[in-house]
């Protein structure tokens, strides 16, 4: 790989398919526990920094940004299909459905970086780059995180980090039906559209296609080797799909 690692920084990457929020975040809370409870009390190797690939079934996602929710509009969302969770990441209210490519990276920022504000950049640009090599000119926001082609965001970053451990991270609107975001104000936004990867490029961009290029700009950005990895996991989490 061209660009520099940094001495024995890896990342082991691990790909959950397609899976339900719930789950998903119960394999990034074990994963996330697991690198507080060494630093609390080390013992033995250090657990390894992860990135967890997904794409997730129909679900609204609220952060800790937003007020709490009407019990009315959490049930008009379930009625059309759609979970509902609230959550401890940063942000407003959005959707993660098919189509979309989900990023998690569980990782512990001392050995990267010990700078949220870092560690978001690092992100967009992750995500900007990815899109770029894909043909689509994205960028970061002057004013509003996230990654967007001009006023329209096609990548949604929201975060969750205690000791400068993270989870929570970032979904790629690849090939994902937009009219889901069309019935909540996406993180907020009011005046601001949503667009993906299929509709930018007029053909259809299936998440394989989008991974490629983001891994490559995750390594390059956290200047890390990504190795494929697994996880032990117990049978009510999702197996990972290699």
């Known amino acids: 790989m061209a660009a520099a690692v940094a001495a024995g920084r890896v990342v082991r990457v691990v790909s959950l398919g397609r899976v339900g929020y719930a789950q998903a975040l119960a394999v990034q809370t074990r994963l996330a526990r697991a690198l507080l409870d060494h630093l609390a009390v080390p013992s033995g190797p250090a657990p390894p920094d ?130 889901w975001f069309e019935h909540v104000v996406p993180c907020g936004l009011e005046g601001l559209g949503v667009t993906s990867l299929t509709r930018e490029l007029d053909r259809r961009v299936a998440i394989p296609e989008a991974e490629t290029p983001l891994l490559r700009a995750f390594a390059r950005h956290f200047q890390c080797e990504l190795v494929p990895g697994s996880l032990d996991l117990p049978s009510d989490e999702p197996q990972p799909q290699h």
């Open 50 to 179: 992860t990135l967890l690939l997904c794409e997730h079934d129909p679900v609204y996602t609220v952060g800790i940004r937003q007020a709490p929710y009407p019990a009315e509009v959490e049930t008009r969302l379930r009625a059309l299909g759609a979970d509902f969770h609230r959550t401890n990441r940063g942000g407003l209210i959005t959707f993660h459905g098919p189509g979309q490519l989900v990023c998690y990276p569980v990782l512990h920022l001392a050995r990267h970086r010990r700078s949220l504000r870092w560690y978001v950049c690092q992100l967009e640009r992750v995500a900007a780059d990815a899109c770029r090599d894909l043909g689509v000119p994205a960028h970061s926001h002057e004013q509003h995180t996230g990654v967007w082609v001009g006023e329209r965001k096609i990548c949604a970053i929201g975060i969750h980090c205690a000791r400068f451990v993270t989870w929570h991270g970032l979904a790629l609107n690849c090939d994902c039906d937009l009219r």
